[in-house]
């Protein structure tokens, strides 16, 4: 039998470069026979940051392909799963579709992140692909104590949370649909410059360059921000297809099915096209992902802020509140972060003229979150290894290195 084929729909900026790279890796043999990559952006020129080693997959290896096309438009997503000549049809499908910009609106939300993933999984279920993955961010808030397991009931956060989990359930309700929902922690890896951690890695950065130390203004307590290696991302998506595979829906809905509870605004069902009614029960195999590192606010600070050479400090209760009164603390704070930053990056030899990274954090990474999941279902079910169980100097060097080595970081003279 042939390797199978391939289609990926979104997440160039996120995580499905990281995919393509375990799919066709710059040296080895490939996993698929073809792998057909598509989203909105531009990739020559690039219109969003893709990081020096896609280019090289793109250039270099004849299996993968990519595809700019405007996914809002159903036609368009329907003619994206005919093969190329001589392919046969696609076998697997990874959703990464979804708009993670934390502060756009509700429509934006419903058309970008709902109706997209809707239009494509109903075409994947008439296509009968065998196995359809989507990846959810972990944009709910839990509980710090707890199981972490799936059957926790959790709430999404803000509008980008509950639209996104909202899509969980427009897919969970196409009953052909060989779905399978990986949700992940924050997600950090080499050409990865989207979410909390890269934040962190190059603000962290910033505090070492300063000698100063990196505060933050939650307090010390035990704020679990589970997180996850952008290589343990792709290696469990395709385990989750793999696994899938042989099954079909109903049976894995009876080895992995869990309730997608519905946490939304009733009388949005009858705004919103393709909108499962409340009390409706939707199941579907849903895994949570993340490494074993339980990360936590601490922890990730010191991790990061050790790396740089300095510490990792919490205001205390005055400081607090004074920055708290402050209406414009947020572009304080980003004042200093941006100000080294630019720093660094003049003071660079080689300059660097051009970078896809900055200190700069939004009220999303500066709010408080609580996010812990517990990935023990995951390894049990799928027998998946995590590759990268600890965020640690060394996944934090690799990240930095590879920027470097492509021009995105500073080099400075220690
Ligand atoms: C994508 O298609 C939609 C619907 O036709 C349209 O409103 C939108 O402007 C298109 N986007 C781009 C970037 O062309």
């Known amino acids: 039998m042939s390797p199978p084929n391939v ?19 710059l040296e080895g043999e490939p996993l698929v026979s073809h792998v057909r990559v598509v989203d909105k952006f531009s990739v020559e020129p690039p219109t969003t940051y893709i990081g020096a080693e896609f280019p090289k997959l793109l250039r270099s290896k ?40 934390f502060d756009r609106t509700e429509m934006i939300q419903i058309d970008r992140t709902c109706q997209v993933a809707r239009m494509i999984g109903l075409e994947a279920a008439k296509r009968k692909v065998k196995s359809y993955v989507r990846l959810q961010h972990p944009f709910y808030e839990t509980s710090a104590k707890g199981s972490h397991d799936e059957k926790e009931d959790i709430k999404p956060e803000g ?14 309700a196409i009953e052909d649909l060989n779905l399978v929902i990986l ?39 035990k704020n679990p921000t589970h997180t996850v290696h ?4 792709a290696g469990g998506l395709w385990a989750c297809a793999q ?13 992995a099915g869990e309730v997608i509870i519905f946490h939304n605004d009733k009388s949005k069902t009858s705004q919103v096209e393709g909108m499962p009614a409340p009390d409706k029960k939707l199941i579907a195999p849903l895994f949570n992902l993340v490494d074993d590192s339980n990360s936590t606010l601490l922890s990730v600070g010191q991790t990061m802020t050790s790396f740089f050479g300095t510490t990792f400090e919490f205001f205390n209760l005055l ?21 080294g930053w630019t720093e660094m990056i003049t003071t660079s030899n080689p300059p660097i003229p051009n970078t896809p990274l900055s200190a700069y954090m939004d009220t999303y990474a500066l709010e408080k979150h609580v996010v812990a999941f517990s990935n023990k279902k995951f390894l049990e079910v799928t027998g998946y290894k995590l590759k990268q169980p600890q965020l640690t100097h060394e996944t934090v060097k690799e990240v930095v290195d590879k920027w470097k080595e492509e021009g995105s970081w500073p080099m400075l003279d220690a």
């Open 243 to 255: 696994w899938m595979a042989p099954l079909g829906r109903k049976e894995a809905d009876s080895l």
């Open 230 to 233: 952008t290589t343990d991302v």
């Open 62 to 101: 004849p299996e993968l392909e990519y595809r700019q096309a405007n996914l809002t438009v159903a036609a368009t997503i329907a003619s994206m799963f005919d093969p190329p000549e001589g392919q046969s049809a696609y076998d697997y499908v990874f959703d990464f579709t979804g708009e993670v910009q």
């Open 159 to 172: 509008v980008a949370g509950i639209w996104w989990h909202e899509t969980l359930r427009m897919l969970a």
């Open 7 to 25: 289609l990926v729909f979104g997440g160039l900026n996120t995580c499905s470069r990281a995919l393509v790279g375990l799919l066709v890796p």
């Open 183 to 221: 949700r992940i922690g924050y997600v950090y890896g080499p050409y990865t410059n989207w979410g909390s951690i890269t934040s962190a890695i190059t603000v962290a950065s910033v505090y070492g360059h300063m000698k100063k130390p990196m505060k933050s203004m939650w307090s010390p307590g």
């Open 319 to 339: 400081e607090n509140t004074v920055l708290k009164l402050k209406s414009d603390a947020v572009e304080d704070i980003n004042e200093h972060h941006v100000g």
